[in-house]
């Protein structure tokens, strides 16, 4: 990772088709009183995507108690880690509008934290969050129905994203392996 290179693991998978994807889903949400049929859904997700320089791994659960870094990042200079909502979502809880000022903007104590080393010297501290804006996706798209304009995203980015989704359940399916009583390992039927 050099200094200044962070990615959105949303840009790298929207943008450029990864060599490999493999995934575990899992339905963990157990039969109970409030729930009699247990999960519908999956539960848990762990997506690792391979690009030619990066690997990206994906991973959410409803079922933590105790939640990780949001973002997580380690390369040959430097790790960032980021913990927290994002300030957009804690604002709407909040009851603020995006209309009002410093939307997006976060405190300084939930800002990330950045450890590397650049040119010799050692640098440890924190770094802003960019201050999002959920509501801008939606006036491109307004631009693009009303009057033309291009797409925000592309109907090929979309399509990546699809076969992602699509390779990360066949993965699933495909790859899960068992480890039997005496240790060895097996492949799912």
Known sequence: M??????QPSDLISLIK??????CLMQFMPISEN????S???DLFDLNLIYPEIKVSLKSSYLVREPGPRFLLHGTEGSFVKYG??????ALNRGQYPNEPDWGKEEEEKWGI??????????RGRIETVAGCYHEFYNLLYDTIVNGKDLAVKPEESLNVIR???AAYESCEK???????????????
């Open 40 to 42: 519908k859904v999956d």
């Open 35 to 38: 729930n009699a049929t247990g």
């Open 2 to 7: 050099k200094p200044g290179t962070l990615y």
């Open 164 to 166: 992602i989704i699509r």
């Open 18 to 23: 990864p060599w490999s994807c493999s995934a």
């Open 175 to 189: 790859t899960v392996c068992y480890l039997d009583k005496i240790g060895h390992f097996f492949p799912a039927k």
């Open 85 to 90: 909502a994002d300030p957009q979502e804690e």
């Open 114 to 123: 950045l450890n590397t080393t650049t040119g010799g010297i050692h640098f």
